[in-house]
């Protein structure tokens, strides 16, 4: 029992959504990097792997650097992680580029950081580790940060199961367009589909909004009703 106190306390709890994501800073592949400082203005997509040199891990890292232009121009930066040595960071990134072909992929370049976190000071900032899972692996976590450094999103994989990288893109539009536009996404939504409108806080604005009807609104019921994607992307 003693033992197994010990080991709880011993691991950080996961920051929740809506917390001000924890301050770090720690060597990378890319050069020392310091947490929010060098994200000003910026969103930060910070995610784990439990360890180089594992296939799943291997296939996101070329999934997310096919990425890493595409997410610079919607202002998001990409940082990893993994309880693994600097040099050993390097020598995989390195057998990516040089050796690795998959799904079309082929002379992948990681150019985004990849943190050293060999103490785990980072990991257990953000909960990373699974005790159950391993004391010696992050678990695949993914932390979508906002530009005032706010945890937006938080995902959780289990070691066997790659990322949805359709996914994780999605989820940057979403929360991107929520905070410009003021409204809310349905299930299954992407880019381009309509999208709910805040619900109405009393009944003359229930009234109103049932009323004022037009070619870019419709209402399925009071409570539930559209804004209409008139540019489609």
Known sequence: ???EIELKENYGSIPKIGDVAPRFKAKTTQGDI????DYKDKWVILFSHPSDFTPVCTTE???FASMQEELKEMNVELVGLSIDSIYSHIAWLRTIKEKIKWNGLENVEVNFPLIEDIKMDVANKFGMISPSQSTTQAVRAVFFIDPNSVI?????YPASLGRNFDEIKRVVQGLQKTDKEGIAT???WKLGDDVILPVPGSCGEVEKRMKEQDDE?????????FKKEINKF
Do not use: H, V
């Open 61 to 63: 890292f070329m999934k």
């Open 34 to 37: 310091s947490f929010p400082e």
């Open 152 to 156: 937006r999103t938080i995902m959780y």
């Open 186 to 188: 349905p299930a299954d």
């Open 1 to 3: 029992m003693e033992n």
């Open 217 to 225: 609104t419709y209402c399925l019921d009071w409570f539930l009703c």
